[in-house]
């Protein structure tokens, strides 16, 4: 070959290379999202209250329409519509800036959402139009544990190992700091978890959220008796808030909505109240208290260690 052809072939060879690389790679990218595309029109199926559903396996949009945010969100699952009282909840707040506040009610706007799946409470109206936007999982409040719940919601998103995992670092997290804080107020000390709502207070028993699940069941701390026989079965029991001493314990967990009156805590009764007294008093910020999510339980757990072993 006479040497001035040898660049020539050589720019050649480059290019023919280079033709080829780049066909690969535009290969390589239309195999990538063909996977994608599969992913995400891939299904399973999973057995609800009311029969077998197929949902997306790989949900990218799921609007949730009660209980159940903090749950996927700490599994990692992007949620883009949400109640108003979820949307409230500080532990949410930075991971739902973007999500769009709705109710069960507002059809034409979960649409444009285009969810692929919807998570609720079967107490909701208009399910029937709502399975027509997306699969629609309902489940009734209760009826699965606390932390069963959790695991079925990682069920529908294909993320049970994940929730499982979770579930059993909880439990143990949730016993040792029951174990310090028995030790620090003692076997028999009572607690009394409360809340203030429109001129009332609620008491709750042990699976109301308001924490009432870490506290009676995972710590097994004690419930005042005269708690246990009004707000145990039902899960909850209205009282007027005069009459909130008769019922409390050595300490009150007290939630409290910022837009509530909470004037009633100025009042000489409260400040009467043997656990006032003593300091055994626990404010908490009831937007925050409301769930018994994954990450409200996250939040919960904490709020009690900082509390009771401060």
């Known amino acids: ?48 209250e009311t029969g077998p559903i197929e949902v997306p396996a790989n949900p990218k949009r799921v609007v949730v329409l009660s209980s ?36 069960n009610t507002d059809i034409e706007k979960i649409i444009e959402l285009d969810p692929d799946l919807i998570i609720g409470l079967n107490n909701i109206e208009n399910a029937d139009k709502l399975a027509e936007i997306a699969p629609t999982v309902l489940f009734t409040y209760g009826k699965a544990d606390y932390l069963q719940q959790f695991i079925e919601i990682g069920k529908v998103v294909n993320k049970e190992k ?7 670092d909880f439990k143990a997290r949730a016993a040792e700091v029951g174990k310090k804080i028995k030790e620090k107020i003692g076997e028999d000390a009572t607690v009394t978890v409360a809340e203030s ?39 909850y029991f209205a009282i007027s808030q005069e009459v909130l ?22 009042t000489s009764w409260f400040k009467d109240i043997d656990a006032v007294k003593n300091g ?8 925050a208290f409301y769930f018994n999510d994954a990450k409200t339980l996250d939040y919960q757990l904490d709020f009690f260690e900082e509390k009771f072993l401060q």
Not at 13 to 21: E, I, K, M, R, T
Not at 200 to 218: H, K, M, S, V
Not at 219 to 230: C, I, Q, S, T, Y
């Open 1 to 48: 070959m006479k040497k001035w052809l040898l660049p020539m072939f050589m720019m050649v060879v480059l290019v023919l290379a280079a033709c080829g690389n780049g066909n690969k790679e535009e290969n390589s990218k239309k195999d990538e999202e063909a996977v994608k595309e599969a992913s995400s029109s891939e299904t399973i199926t999973y057995q609800s």
């Open 68 to 103: 159940y945010t903090g749950d996927l969100l700490q599994l990692g699952v992007n949620v883009v519509g949400v109640d108003a009282w979820e949307a409230n909840n500080p532990n949410f707040q930075d991971d739902i800036k973007n999500a769009v506040v709705v109710e």
């Open 162 to 168: 994940e929730a499982e995992k979770w579930v059993e």
């Open 197 to 235: 709502f429109d001129k009332q207070l609620y008491l709750f028993g042990d699976n109301w959220a308001r924490g009432t699940e870490i506290l009676y069941q995972e710590m097994g701390l004690k419930m005042p008796e005269k708690v246990k026989e009004v707000a145990l079965e039902p899960g």
């Open 245 to 266: 001493g008769e019922y409390t314990g050595d300490y009150i967990i007290l939630s409290v909505p910022d837009d509530q009156d909470s004037s009633f805590m100025n």
């Open 280 to 287: 055994h008093l626990y404010k908490a910020n009831a937007s």
